[in-house]
């Protein structure tokens, strides 16, 4: 079976995502060419005969365009760029105050063991990810030429049936080191009581002091049905054409109660027209982010019980 025909449709569409944006918005907020790289040809080919199939016989159009020209008109396109650059932001404000240790969960794609930059230099790099779509991703690093690394780890793991602690304790992660852990576009795929459990898990596995950024959908706009925003349905079904449905979010005035709960503490919450506000606020990129799209920042609290799964 071709691996590629398993692994997640968004982790691929979001790959593409952040390079297409690197390569050509007129002020990139990423610097990130690898998805062209990792995502395999034939993948490409596939999502660019959709772009071509969607644009219709009588667009004007060029087809070499086609799949740029898809991916930025796609919703989750605005979001997918500034949460990266969130997440990356936190992440080096977290290297630069000790944290040698991040969590990529649900890592996809993404590049950053790719390009690690100078500032993370020493930086202990774990990959968790789906056992469907892992070996693609290291099937296609060793295509691209990117060479093992000592501080590199990747971990097969279905989280529905595995807990985070569990699926760390079989790398070398030392969960007595605060870390960094990102959680990108995976809450919305999950139900409630998925994501409670993997916020606990979190907390549980870490040790205080680390630091968690995480996506997540207002969940009003859920309920919201037909009468939701343009924006917002226009995400809604741009991600169930590749697939997958959105299940579940959270209500952004609640949030902190309930992240206390699990054992976090909420540092910041900004929805879309925040991010935008503060990374292009002048809009010379065009995007235009579902103001229901949530980023969130946490921390372990500093008297969470600790639990060790080994």
Same mark, same amino acid.
């Given at each position: 079976?071709?691996?590629?025909?398993?692994?997640?449709?968004?982790?691929?569409?979001?790959?593409?995502?952040?390079?297409?944006?690197?390569?050509?918005?007129?002020?990139?907020?990423?610097?990130?060419?690898?998805?062209?790289?990792?995502?395999?040809?034939?993948?490409?080919?596939?999502?660019?005969?959709?772009? !071509?199939? *969607?644009?219709?016989?009588? =667009?004007? %159009?060029? @087809?070499?365009? #086609?799949?740029?020209?898809?991916?930025? /008109?796609?919703?989750?396109?605005?979001?997918?760029?500034?949460?990266?650059?969130?997440?990356?932001?936190?992440?080096?404000?977290?290297?630069?105050?000790?944290?040698?240790?991040?969590?990529?969960?649900?890592?996809?794609?993404?590049?950053?063991?790719?390009?690690?930059?100078?500032?993370?230099?020493?930086?202990?790099?774990?990959?968790?990810?789906?056992?469907?779509?892992?070996? !693609?991703? *290291?099937?296609?690093?060793? =295509?691209? %030429?990117? @060479?093992?690394? #000592?501080?590199?780890?990747?971990?097969? /793991?279905?989280?529905?049936?595995?807990?985070?602690?569990?699926?760390?304790?079989?790398?070398?992660?030392?969960?007595?080191?605060?870390?960094?852990?990102?959680?990108?576009?995976?809450?919305?795929?999950?139900?409630?009581?998925?994501?409670?459990?993997?916020?606990?898990?979190?907390?549980?596995?870490?040790?205080?002091?680390?630091?968690?950024?995480?996506?997540?959908?207002?969940?009003?706009?859920?309920?919201?049905?037909?009468?939701?925003?343009?924006?917002?349905?226009?995400?809604?079904?741009?991600?169930?054409?590749?697939?997958?449905?959105?299940?579940?979010?959270?209500?952004?005035?609640?949030?902190?109660?309930?992240?206390?709960?699990?054992?976090?503490?909420?540092?910041?919450?900004?929805?879309?027209?925040?991010?935008?506000?503060?990374?292009?606020?002048?809009?010379?990129?065009?995007?235009?982010?579902?103001?229901?799209?949530?980023?969130?920042?946490?921390?372990?609290?500093?008297?969470?019980?600790?639990?060790?799964?080994?």
């Amino acid at each position: 079976m071709n691996p590629s025909s398993q692994a997640s449709r968004t982790a691929l569409a979001t790959a593409l995502m952040r390079s297409i944006h690197s390569r050509s918005a007129p002020a990139p907020l990423l610097d990130d060419l690898w998805g062209e790289r990792l995502v395999p040809d034939t993948v490409r080919a596939a999502f660019r005969e959709r772009a !071509l199939v *969607r644009r219709g016989a009588t =667009s004007t %159009g060029s @087809p070499e365009t #086609a799949l740029d020209d898809a991916m930025r /008109a796609n919703a989750a396109y605005p979001d997918v760029i500034l949460r990266s650059r969130y997440t990356e932001d936190a992440l080096k404000d977290a290297v630069a105050r000790g944290i040698a240790q991040y969590v990529l969960i649900g890592a996809g794609f993404d590049s950053f063991v790719c390009r690690v930059p100078a500032w993370a230099q020493g930086l202990d790099i774990y990959e968790v990810d789906h056992p469907a779509t892992q070996p !693609l991703k *290291r099937q296609r690093l060793a =295509s691209c %030429g990117v @060479p093992p690394s #000592a501080s590199a780890h990747f971990v097969e /793991a279905d989280l529905s049936a595995e807990s985070l602690g569990a699926a760390l304790a079989r790398s070398p992660f030392n969960a007595a080191r605060p870390t960094f852990f990102s959680w990108l576009g995976v809450t919305v795929y999950l139900t409630r009581e998925a994501n409670l459990a993997a916020l606990r898990d979190i907390a549980t596995c870490a040790a205080p002091g680390s630091e968690l950024v995480f996506t997540y959908i207002d969940e009003a706009a859920l309920h919201a049905g037909p009468a939701g925003s343009e924006a917002f349905q226009k995400l809604r079904n741009d991600v169930a054409s590749v697939g997958e449905e959105f299940l579940s979010g959270f209500d952004p005035k609640t949030l902190p109660a309930l992240l206390r709960g699990t054992g976090l503490d909420l540092l910041e919450d900004i929805d879309g027209h925040a991010a935008l506000t503060r990374y292009d606020p002048t809009g010379r990129n065009g995007l235009q982010p579902a103001g229901a799209a949530h980023i969130a920042h946490a921390r372990v609290k500093q008297t969470t019980p600790r639990h060790y799964p080994f």
